[in-house]
C-alpha cells in the first residue's frame, strides 16, 4: 500500500511551467494525496492551481523566496499527515511518470530518510543542471555518476527531493532568512549533522534549468568559484555563503572562497565586482543583511 505522499511546491509568475508541473505530479503511478503550493508571484498563479482538486493553494502576498516558500509549504505538507513529502520547485518536471515510484522504491530498499533523483538539463537528458564533484573534480555529464550506482550524503535540494516527513521534526524548516541561493546547502548540512539517511539515486530524473555559466574555473579544474548572472543572485549568494562558512565554521569553505574570488575577480580586473562580492561575503560573515525584501539593499 502506497504511503501518504505531499507535494511541497513553490511558484513565482511562472504559471506556464507550473502547469506543466502540477499534470506531471498528477500523472505519476505513484498517487499524491496534496499539493501544498505557495504562490509568491505577484500574479497570483490560481487558474493553473484550480485545474487540480488536490492542490492546497496557498497565496503569499509577501515575496518569501525559494526559502521561505518551500519552509511554509513543508510545514503544511507535513501538516498534512503525509508519511513523505516531495519537494519541487515550479520550472522542474519529473522525467518519467515512475519518478516518484522509483523513489519510494530506492528509499525503502535502501532504508533512506531522504532520497534525490538526479537533476537534468531541460533538453540535454545527458547533463546535469548542477555539478557534482568526483575525484575533486566537478561534472556536469549523467553518465559518469550514473556509473556510481548511488550517492550517499550528497544531493541537490530542494529539486525532487523526497523527505520522510518525521525528518523536519528532526532539523527543522528550511531557513527563510537565506530567501534564495544557499538555504538547500544549508538543509543537506543539517543533515548530515544530524545523521539523516540520505542520498542521490541515480535510476530516475527531474529537469530543472541549469546553471552551467555560472561555475568560472579559476585555478585549473580542481577550483571553482560560483557567479551568478543577476546583481540580485550575486547578492543573496555572496551574503549566504558568507553566512553558512560563519553558522558552521567550514574553514576550507572560508579558503576556497576568499582564494577563489580574490583569483577570479584580479584575473578579469574587476575591482568594481570583487568590492560587491566583499561587501556581501563580509555582511554573511558578520550575520548582516537579515530583513524582509523591501529593507535589503542587495546592489
Avoid at 487540480?52 to 511554509?72: I, K, Q
Avoid at 531557513?175 to 543537506?188: H, K, P, Q, S, Y
Avoid at 585549473?220 to 543572485?233: D, L, N, R, Y
Wanted: aromatic share 12%; glycine share 8%.
Amino acid at each position: 500500500m502506497t504511503p501518504r505522499i505531499a507535494v511541497a511546491a513553490v511558484t513565482f509568475d511562472r504559471p506556464k511551467e507550473l502547469a506543466v508541473l502540477l499534470d506531471s505530479i498528477n500523472a505519476q503511478t505513484a498517487a499524491v494525496d496534496t499539493i501544498c503550493l505557495v504562490d509568491s508571484g505577484k500574479t497570483p498563479a490560481r487558474e493553473a492551481a484550480a485545474v487540480h482538486p488536490n492542490v492546497d493553494y496557498v497565496r503569499s502576498e509577501a515575496n518569501l523566496g525559494g526559502a521561505g516558500g518551500f519552509a511554509l509549504a513543508a510545514l503544511k505538507a507535513v501538516a498534512s499527515g503525509a508519511k513523505w513529502i516531495w519537494m519541487m520547485d515550479d520550472d522542474a518536471e519529473p522525467a518519467d511518470p515512475e519518478c516518484l515510484a522509483t523513489l519510494l522504491r530506492e528509499a525503502e530498499a535502501r532504508d533512506l530518510e531522504a532520497v534525490v533523483p538526479l537533476v537534468t538539463a531541460p533538453g540535454q537528458p545527458d547533463r546535469l543542471s548542477f555539478f557534482f564533484r568526483l575525484d575533486g573534480k566537478v561534472t556536469h555529464s549523467r553518465a559518469e555518476v550514473e556509473k556510481l550506482g548511488f550517492l550517499p550524503n550528497d544531493g541537490h535540494f530542494f529539486n525532487g527531493a523526497l523527505i520522510r516527513s518525521d525528518v523536519f521534526f528532526k532539523v527543522g524548516l528550511p531557513d527563510m532568512r537565506l530567501f534564495i541561493r544557499g538555504d538547500e546547502v544549508d538543509f543537506t548540512i543539517r543533515l548530515r549533522k544530524a545523521g539523516i539517511r540520505f542520498g542521490t539515486v541515480t535510476t530516475t530524473a527531474i529537469t530543472h534549468p541549469h546553471a552551467f555559466s555560472e561555475t568560472q574555473h579559476v585555478f585549473g579544474a580542481g577550483w571553482h568559484v560560483i557567479v551568478p548572472e543577476s546583481a540580485f543572485k550575486r547578492y543573496y549568494y555572496y551574503r549566504n555563503r558568507g553566512y553558512l562558512i560563519r553558522r558552521y565554521v567550514r574553514v576550507r569553505s572560508f579558503v576556497a572562497d576568499v582564494g577563489g574570488y580574490v583569483g577570479y575577480f584580479a584575473q578579469r580586473r574587476d575591482f568594481k565586482g570583487f568590492l560587491g562580492w566583499a561587501r556581501s561575503f563580509t555582511a554573511g560573515l558578520r550575520g548582516k543583511g537579515f530583513a524582509p525584501l523591501e529593507d535589503q539593499k542587495f546592489q
